[in-house]
């Protein structure tokens, strides 16, 4: 049975740093990259990064490059995300998700976890 699980969000101020978890079971982790993507009130799920099964290639949206940083834990099958200089604008829920392929594309990912939520405010 696929699971993904999300950890680690929070309230932190503008500046700060959260990193996320996501823990995952039930699947061929070997097989599979990992996005993460976000949802903010009233705006339609964009992909943030993901990184491949290898985790060898990484791939950043625009908005949070040089910012994020996206890692994989093998052993663990976890994959993580380290948000730095946080910006009020990052305030969203927070999913993780697997995917055949190395996409920021939503719709190519068919196993989504439950989400967690980032808040950035002073």
């Known amino acids: 049975q696929w699971q993904l699980v999300e950890s680690g969000g929070g309230l932190v101020q503008p500046g700060g740093s959260l990193r996320l978890s996501c823990d995952t079971s039930g699947f061929t982790w070997d097989y599979y990259a990992i996005g993460w993507f976000r949802q903010a009130p009233g705006k339609e799920r964009e992909g943030v990064s993901c990184i491949s099964s290898s985790g060898s290639s990484t791939k950043y949206a625009d908005s949070v490059k040089g910012r994020f940083t996206i890692s994989r834990d093998n052993a663990k099958k976890a994959v993580y995300l380290q948000m730095n200089s946080l910006e009020p604008e990052d305030t969203a829920v927070y999913y993780c998700?697997?995917?055949?392929?190395?996409?920021?594309?939503?719709?190519?990912?068919?196993?989504w976890g439950q989400g967690t939520q980032v808040t950035v405010s002073s």
């Open positions: 998700a697997a995917s055949i392929d190395l996409t920021l594309i939503q719709y190519d990912y068919n196993y």
